[in-house]
C-alpha cells in the first residue's frame, strides 16, 4: 500500500462503506430480491467490513476487546438487537396498530408518502434522531433513565459491535420512538428499511475502532469522532454529542464536543464494581 493511500484511508473508509451498503440495497432491490433479505445483507456486509477494518487499521491497539467482553456484546446484538424487536413489533402490532387501524385514525395523512423513497428516508432519519436526541439528552439528565442507559456506557473499549449493548428496556423506549410511529403513519416498508440501513452502519462505525477522520461531516453525522467524546469516563465530556445517526440537533441545540489537540482518554462508567456479565448487567439498573 502506497503512503499516499495509507494517508487517504481514514477520509475514505466511512463514505465509501456506507455507499456501498445502499447500493447493495438498491441491487438486490431491482434484482427482486426480498425485503427482509436486500435490508440484512448490507448490515451484515458492514460487520463484517468493521471487522477486518478494525484488525486491520485500530484507532488504539489497547481497545481491542477481550474474549468475555465480546462474549457480551454477542449475546446483547442476539438478545436486544435481533430477537428483542420482533417480539416489541407483535406487541405494536395487536396493542396499538391494529386498534388504530380500527378506529381510522388520521396517522398516515401525517407522512408525505408522494415523495421519493430517498427523501422519505432522510426525513425519516431526521425525525428519529430528533426524537431520539431529546430521550438520549433525557438518559443523562434523569436518574432513573440513567440507571437504564448506564448499560450501554459500561463499555471500556470502543469497538463496533458494542453499539448492540442496551438494556431491553431502554430499546422498547427508543423503539417507540424510532418505529412506533412511523408505523402508526404506515411508512413504505423500503423507506423503514433505509432508514435501519443508515441506522445499523452508522452506528457500527460510532462505536468502531478504526482509525477514521470525517471532516466536516463531524458536524452532520453521529461519527466515531464525536462518538468516543460521548463514551468518556469525565461526565462533562460524555454529557454532550447525542445524535445517533445524524449530529446536526446537538449542533442546533449545542451539545456538540470536539476538541482539539487531544484525545479521549479513559472510557466507561466511574463505578469500577458495574456489572460486567451480560445476566449482571440485565439487574444493573436496579441495583441500589
Excluded at 413489533?89 to 395487536?94: A, E, I, K, V
Excluded at 422519505?120 to 431529546?134: E, G, H, K, S, T
Excluded at 454529557?239 to 489537540?261: K, Q, S
Aim: glycine share 4%; charged share 15%.
Amino acid at each position: 500500500m502506497t503512503g499516499a493511500l495509507r494517508r487517504a484511508l481514514p477520509w475514505l473508509m466511512y463514505p465509501s462503506v456506507m455507499t456501498l451498503a445502499f447500493a447493495l440495497f438498491a441491487l438486490l432491490q431491482l434484482a427482486g430480491v426480498s425485503l427482509i433479505v436486500s435490508t440484512y445483507v448490507p448490515v451484515l456486509l458492514t460487520a463484517a467490513l468493521m471487522t477486518a477494518l478494525e484488525s486491520a487499521f485500530p484507532h488504539r491497539n489497547q481497545w481491542q476487546p477481550p474474549g468475555t467482553e465480546v462474549k457480551t456484546d454477542l449475546t446483547f446484538m442476539v438478545v436486544v438487537q435481533l430477537a428483542f424487536p420482533p417480539l416489541m413489533g407483535f406487541l405494536f402490532t395487536y396493542a396499538l396498530l391494529a386498534p388504530a387501524a380500527a378506529l381510522n385514525l388520521p396517522f398516515s395523512r401525517i407522512w408525505p408518502h408522494g415523495w421519493p423513497l430517498w427523501l422519505q428516508a432522510v426525513l425519516m432519519v431526521l425525525a428519529v434522531d430528533f426524537l431520539r436526541y431529546w430521550l438520549h439528552r433525557a438518559a443523562h439528565e434523569s436518574d432513573a433513565l440513567w440507571r437504564l442507559h448506564s448499560v450501554h456506557h459500561s463499555v471500556e473499549h470502543l469497538y463496533w459491535l458494542n453499539t448492540a449493548r442496551f438494556h431491553p428496556i431502554e430499546k422498547a423506549l427508543q423503539m417507540s420512538l424510532d418505529s412506533l410511529p412511523f408505523l402508526l403513519m404506515q411508512v413504505d416498508a423500503r423507506v423503514l428499511a433505509l432508514y435501519y440501513i443508515a441506522y445499523a452502519a452508522n452506528g457500527f462505525f460510532q462505536h468502531c475502532n478504526i482509525r477514521l477522520h470525517y471532516g466536516p461531516l463531524n458536524y452532520i453525522v453521529g461519527s466515531a469522532e464525536t462518538h468516543r467524546w460521548h463514551h468518556s469516563r469525565v461526565p462533562r465530556e460524555s454529557n454532550a454529542n447525542y445524535g445517533n445517526t445524524v449530529i446536526i440537533w446537538d449542533v442546533l441545540f449545542r451539545t456538540w464536543y470536539l476538541p482539539t489537540g487531544r484525545e479521549v482518554e479513559e472510557l466507561g462508567l466511574q463505578d469500577a464494581a458495574y456489572p460486567k456479565s451480560f445476566l449482571a448487567l440485565m439487574g444493573a439498573p436496579f441495583r441500589r
